[in-house]
């Protein structure tokens, strides 16, 4: 889809969020001097193609008291990858679990899963639960904690 | 730390899943859930306010905007590991970037407006470093959830 001058507007007015109001949609158009019906007809065509992934919240995973934060890698056959990437992706631990392309022989893992937990004993058990429902397509797999935040800067949109 | 109550937690689960556009969403959201719609709209500027949730409101996939993103990663020598993280932040389409123990210490990600773009950053990445970056863009990406446990 391409998105025209009306709708990168309408991203920079909502890309740091919503408002916590009865009509948000209907605030948004005001803001940006829109009809609240084409504020929300362009919301959905976004949505529609995919610019948009959903509309929700994004919950802290520090303040919630989630401070091991580890992404687990597993190295699992080509053939079942996809199937089990959706196993996992449905676990209620797993933030993000993604489909990529290994780096040999530096790197033989294709599924990337983040897992959350309070302590890293708990991501460990989470973690041996992906392992059992792996079974036997799992060849090899590797935990990454993340020990520094070198740099954290949200979506910048382009100039169109 | 975590003053989440039963409410909140249906609330942040429900909220993971979508939020309707349609003129009074606050109100189609409580009425599923059993709320008010000023119950609904009070509690969610309280998580806000406490941090608890970090952005309510669309999720923008810059792909399919036409933009590119791309995880990497890099084996830095130790010794060296300050230098080549200033490097490498120094680039505007480097979105993030966090250390792991791991052989590949260095992950970040990069963001640019075309899919040829994430080559040549990377490409001067390794000119200014003298170290591989290897490149694992995605494939296919699962269903994304997060539930807080009840």
Not at chain 1, 111 to 125: I, P, Q, S
């Amino acid at each position: 889809m391409s998105i025209d001058t009306t709708d990168r507007r309408l991203i920079e007015a909502t890309q740091s969020g919503l408002p916590l109001v009865p009509e948000p949609y209907a605030a948004i158009a005001a803001g940006l001097g829109l009809d609240e019906s084409e504020v929300m007809q362009r919301l959905q065509a976004m949505q529609d193609s995919g610019v948009i992934r959903r509309i929700a919240v994004a919950p802290n995973h520090y303040a919630l008291g989630m401070v091991a934060n580890g992404m687990t890698v597993w190295d699992v056959e080509d053939a079942v990858a996809l199937n089990l990437g959706a196993q996992i992706g449905t676990l209620d631990f797993v933030s993000h679990c993604y489909l990529r392309p290994r780096a040999l022989p530096d790197w033989p893992y294709n599924l990337f899963a983040m897992v959350h937990g309070k302590t890293r004993d708990e991501v460990a058990t989470k973690r041996a639960e992906i392992r059992a429902l792996l079974g036997d397509a799992l060849r090899s797999d590797d935990i990454l904690y993340s020990t520094r935040i070198l740099k954290k800067t949200g979506l910048r949109l382009g100039k169109g | 730390m975590t003053a989440l109550d039963d409410t909140d937690r249906r609330i942040l689960n429900r909220l993971q899943e979508g939020f309707p556009i349609t003129p009074h969403p606050f109100a189609d959201v409580a009425a599923e859930l059993g709320l008010e719609e000023d119950v609904l709209i009070t509690r969610l500027a309280r998580l806000k306010e406490t941090r608890l949730i970090t952005r309510f409101g669309p999720f923008y996939d810059a792909a399919a905007m036409g933009g590119a993103f791309c995880l990497c990663a890099m084996q830095v020598p130790e010794g060296d590991f300050d230098r080549v993280a200033d490097l490498v932040n120094a680039h505007p389409e480097v979105a993030h970037n966090y250390e792991r123990d791991h052989a590949l210490n260095m992950w970040f990600v990069l963001a640019t407006e075309t899919e040829a773009g994430i080559g040549e950053v990377a490409k001067r990445i390794e000119a200014e470093t003298g170290l591989t970056v290897l490149q694992f863009p995605k494939e296919h990406e699962f269903f994304i959830g997060f539930r807080v446990a009840a």
